[in-house]
């Protein structure tokens, strides 16, 4: 048993996908026309597998988060179900914050009263741009007008929390038609929550190999940084707080899921080739569909790798989570109550030297990054994980996942 006190995330992967779009390394798989029934459930059993750990320890559900893959392929239906499991299996926090992600072409009013009726209470949008040939040349299937037409759906169906995801940095296009993106965004949705973020195309993707065969090109990284500033100006100056290095929040709309990742907070991750983090563990599923669901329907949990890192290494990983975030930072008090040291002990070197980089500001109570340690948040992050790479081989108290899966298997 892994006994927790604290809030928890639980984040369900759904792999499923209309098409696969040119840019895509996730784990998902094009072609289907929904979720099968079949994988909603083995989801179910891998609910009931965690059970005992649900009911045992102290947590208390802070949020869920239906990722993949393309989570609105879901019928509402299944996200009932799912949710009712949940809901019997462990206890909620009242205002538990539930995400559904959604891509254009399968958001409409019914639907999204659907997911609403089972609990889902904020939709996060792959909207990515509005210029319908950057659309295509990523393989994404909605249009601008699609795009901004779920959004009016979404919202007449009552959501009240909608966070737009959009890319910078996209080839082929130009800085102009990116800003006039994210400006339409902001001035006809209203979005409560945006991510801002660069296209990075990952080894082998059809994106890539036309990049490396010279067919399409990326904006120079002086160009994309530029963007990226223009970017965070133009929503701060819409008064939308820059809470993440990526992300913006109106007042109170924060993704509280996202924070409980940034923050160190223990999540279950079910579905395939999803990852969890619970006590200092992290562990994740099986990778192939048939791995994950045999695992299941043999009552074990289908974890295929499982890393415990050393006390040290976890410091700096937690370290290098906070400098993204210039708001909250690296907070002396959590930092302590997590490792039970000072924060100054373990990175007082390192705190020193990017201070006099222009890269870190110190607070009384936290270490944020600077503007300038914001766009250059690798150099900062590489610096905590340097220094904690340097010694200390760790050990951590109490049982781990392991010992829960054999807990399970009974
Ligand atoms: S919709 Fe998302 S998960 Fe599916 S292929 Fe496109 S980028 Fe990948």
Redesign the pocket.
């Given at each position: 048993m892994i006994p927790t006190t604290e809030p928890i995330g639980i984040y369900l992967h759904l792999p499923f996908?209309r098409r696969?779009?040119q840019y895509?390394d996730?784990l998902?798989f094009?072609g289907w026309r929904g979720v099968p029934d079949g994988y909603v459930d083995t989801l179910l059993g891998e609910v009931q597998l965690w059970g005992s750990y649900f009911a045992d320890s102290n947590a208390t559900v802070a949020s869920v988060y239906f990722g993949?893959?393309?989570p609105s392929l879901a019928e509402p239906r299944q996200v009932e179900r799912l949710m009712t499991a949940l809901r019997s299996a462990a206890a909620f926090g009242l205002s538990c914050e539930t995400t559904l992600e959604a891509?254009p072409d399968s958001i409409d009013e019914n639907r999204v009263a659907g997911w609403m009726a089972a609990g889902v209470n904020r939709l996060s949008i792959?909207i990515q741009s509005l210029d319908d040939p950057t659309l295509r040349r990523l393989g994404r299937l909605h249009d601008a007008s699609r795009a901004l037409q779920a959004c009016t759906e979404a919202r007449r169906a009552g959501i009240g929390n909608v966070s737009v995801d959009l890319m910078y940095g996209l080839p082929g296009t130009d800085s102009g038609t990116e800003l006039l993106t994210l400006q339409r965004v902001l001035e006809e949705i209203h979005p409560d929550h945006v991510s801002w973020y660069n296209l990075t195309p990952a080894q082998g993707t059809p994106l890539w190999v036309s990049l490396e065969e010279g067919r399409l090109s990326l904006p120079e990284d002086d160009a994309a940084a530029d963007l990226m500033n223009l970017g965070w100006r133009m929503l701060e100056e819409h008064g939308y707080e820059h809470y993440e290095i990526s992300s913006f929040a109106l007042p109170g709309r924060e993704s509280q899921h996202n924070l409980g990742y940034w923050q160190y907070r223990d999540y279950v991750g079910l579905g395939l080739g999803a990852s969890g983090f619970v006590a200092g563990r992290r562990w994740t599923n099986a990778r192939r569909l048939g791995s994950y669901q045999d695992a299941v329907a043999a009552g074990n949990l289908p974890v295929e790798s499982e890393e415990r890192l050393p006390a040290r290494r976890r410091q700096g990983e937690y370290a290098m989570l906070c400098m993204r975030m210039p708001i909250l930072g690296l907070q002396f008090d959590q930092f302590r109550r997590l490792f039970g040291v000072d924060a100054q002990a373990s990175f007082g070197v390192v705190f020193e030297q990017l201070v006099a980089e222009g890269l870190l500001v110190m607070l009384p109570d936290r270490a944020i990054c600077s503007r300038r340690g914001l766009e250059l948040n690798n150099v900062v992050a590489r610096a905590f994980i340097d220094a904690s790479m340097d010694d200390d081989p760790g050990t951590l108290a109490g049982d781990g996942v392991t010992s829960y899966r054999a807990d399970a298997r009974r």
């Open positions: 996908c696969k779009c895509c996730f998902s094009g993949g893959g393309t891509n792959g």
